[in-house]
């Protein structure tokens, strides 16, 4: 049962559950991100005392309460925009995102988003996405938050590649199960800086907010447990075709632990990968480098492989993607580097 009071949100839980941030998320349809936010701030209560971790687990029979913060409406509208769908049924859309596109709207970007395609594309607002799409809000400035209708995992907006979109409840639920459990199989193609030794190997490396710059995150003692896995698979002068395998989905993760492995991913600029990051700094490589760039202006990841068991049937479905035309001309040119 759920009832609402003014900015706060009520649920009586109908089942026991390991984890408070888990269970709301999932009943309040809002991302586990907004939810531990509310416990930090100590607006999440269980049996009206305040908690304070996300952690904590809860009963069947518990009063759930979370207190919203004042949010400005905004607008959702259908929009004609281009897909690249490479996968639907009844259950869910497997989309291969191009780059440039935001998954969802937030502050400052109320349209042409892939949700705002999506809803063009289904013509009708799927039941899962009613209660998001009805009364939505922006987050708050700088706040990773934003409105979700039907989104499981999300790419960052310069980030092309596979993605898969639930089309009612209890889909969601499900493929929100197996991301949980880490049974997803999510393989990314990325070009970095430099020749990672070992060229294989693994980085579990904890991710939180960068203190410093609230829109990036950091490798930090007190941050969520992160685990990639990287391959290289070609090596130039000094840059690598890496493939990176996530254990975990924790926000920027490839991005932030190839800048913490000391090889930042080719042209982020929100991490450094869009100067010569190795090789001399020389006229000639300035000019192939910037060259490079005009041709790649987004950080050089792709989402080449999602694999999942289907959440009606059970089948094991797996989809890959090629390479998107702006890495496959950086590979080409990247032997001819004038070093």
């Known amino acids: 049962m759920m009832t609402e009071a003014g900015c706060i949100k009520t649920v009586i839980c109908d089942q026991d559950a390991a984890r408070v941030d888990v269970y709301l998320a999932g009943r309040l349809g809002c991302s586990r991100n907004k939810v531990q936010q509310a416990i930090k701030d100590g607006r999440v209560r269980i049996n009206n005392a305040i908690i304070r971790q996300a952690s904590r687990s809860v009963k069947a029979g518990d009063k759930l309460s979370m207190q919203w913060v004042s949010a400005r409406p905004i607008r959702l509208d259908p929009e004609p925009l281009s897909l690249d769908i490479v996968y639907e049924d009844a259950s869910l859309i497997v989309i291969n995102k191009a780059a440039g596109m935001a998954v969802h709207p937030g502050a400052g970007r109320p349209s042409g988003t892939l949700v705002n395609a999506l809803l063009h594309h289904v013509g009708a607002v799927p039941k899962a996405w009613e209660r998001q799409v009805e009364g939505l809000s922006a987050e708050p400035a700088g706040s990773f938050g934003a409105v979700r209708p039907g989104i499981v995992h999300r790419l960052d907006m310069d980030t092309s590649g596979l993605m898969v979109v639930a089309k009612d409840e209890q889909v969601h639920q499900r493929l929100q199960v197996q991301f949980e459990a880490r049974t997803v199989d999510r393989l990314y193609a990325g070009i970095v800086w430099g020749l990672p030794e070992p060229p294989s190997g693994e980085i579990n490396q904890p991710i939180g907010r960068d203190p410093r710059v609230r829109t990036r995150m950091t490798v930090r003692s007190d941050g969520r447990h992160a685990l990639t896995r990287y391959d290289t698979r070609t090596q130039f002068a000094h840059a690598s075709r890496v493939s990176f395998r996530l254990q975990t989905g924790r926000t920027h993760q490839i991005r932030v632990h190839a800048r913490h492995l000391g090889h930042t991913i080719l042209g982020d600029r929100v991490y450094g990968g ?23 202006p987004r950080q050089a990841l792709h989402a080449q492989r999602l694999g999942f068991d289907h959440p009606r049937t059970g089948t094991r479905m797996c989809w890959e993607c090629d390479w998107p035309s702006d890495m496959e001309w950086v590979l080409e040119r990247l032997p001819r580097d004038p070093v």
């Open 274 to 296: 869009d100067s010569i990051r190795y090789g001399p700094v020389t006229a000639r490589r300035k000019a192939f480098y910037r060259h490079i760039w005009e041709h790649l």
